[in-house]
């Protein structure tokens, strides 16, 4: 497995993977827009062979570095979950490299309270001793699949994972806060969720309304990892926004 997957030619979009998972996750969307566009998707700190780095902020800013070594300074950035986070803080810093920012699945931050951050992070604590392998022999709509092939993707590559890595990744998610950026933001912004994952509905909803302009879009039928569920609407959704924002 490649650590950065750089394909296509044309307008560059960035995609960055959830926790727990790779950059193979937008296969689909390889796929679909490495004809029209280069895609560019790392692995995030803490996933595959890169080393688990200490926050959301970090993160970001070894993606960053990684384009501006490719010779890459304007680019569409589309996260799914934990990715959600780091695409957030990258269009909330460096707002005038990133032309679109896509947030599927993610809200700028886990919990407003103080107390449940306590609480979660005592919870996360047995994540760095729990094998991942057994992690994945939960039941695929727990883990956030409501499909087959999110099921198989998700099951295979929980398994292969590191329960230090996880730990850490989590544990940076738990602490991130990514609300101030929200007002700041001036490319176009589309947020959506999946239709079964009600949990994250209200609060991304609320992180949109936060954005001037924003777009709200619910996916059909999907749960957590909505672009493998649904990835015809996920695919077509992103072409007409990106046409959009191009106009």
């Known amino acids: 497995m490649a650590d950065m997957i750089d394909e296509g030619h044309g307008p560059t979009l960035v995609f960055l993977h959830g926790a727990g998972v790779d950059n193979r996750l937008w296969e689909p969307q390889i796929s679909a827009f490495a004809p029209t566009h280069r895609v560019v998707l790392p692995n995030l700190p803490g996933h595959g062979s890169v080393p688990a780095c200490e926050s959301i902020q970090q993160m970001a800013e070894q993606v960053r570095a990684q384009l501006l070594a490719k010779g890459i300074n304007r680019y569409a950035v589309i996260g799914l979950s934990l990715g959600g986070m780091v695409a957030l803080e990258m269009a909330g810093r460096w707002g005038n490299e990133v032309t679109c920012l896509v947030i599927i699945e993610a809200v700028p931050h886990v919990t407003d309270s103080r107390t449940m951050r306590l609480i979660a992070r005592a919870l996360l604590a047995p994540f760095k001793f729990i094998p991942p392998r057994l992690l994945s022999l939960l039941p695929a709509r727990q883990l956030g699949a409501e499909t087959q092939d999110p099921a198989h993707y998700l099951k295979r590559t929980l398994a292969g994972t590191s329960?230090?890595?996880?730990?850490?990744?989590?544990?940076?998610?738990?602490?991130?806060?990514?609300?101030?950026?929200?007002?700041?933001?001036?490319?176009?912004?589309?947020?959506?969720?999946?239709?079964?994952?009600?949990?994250?509905?209200?609060?991304?909803?609320?992180?949109?309304?936060?954005?001037?302009?924003?777009?709200?879009?619910?996916?059909?039928?999907?749960?957590?990892?909505?672009?493998?569920?649904?990835?015809?609407?996920?695919?077509?959704?992103?072409?007409?926004?990106?046409?959009?924002a191009k106009s």
């Open 163 to 244: 329960a230090r890595n996880n730990h850490a990744v989590l544990k940076a998610a738990l602490a991130y806060d990514g609300s101030p950026h929200l007002t700041g933001l001036q490319m176009p912004v589309l947020v959506m969720v999946g239709e079964k994952n009600k949990g994250i509905h209200k609060r991304a909803r609320a992180m949109a309304k936060a954005v001037a302009g924003a777009r709200f879009v619910v996916i059909p039928a999907a749960g957590h990892i909505a672009n493998r569920d649904a990835p015809q609407f996920v695919n077509n959704t992103l072409l007409s926004f990106l046409s959009a």
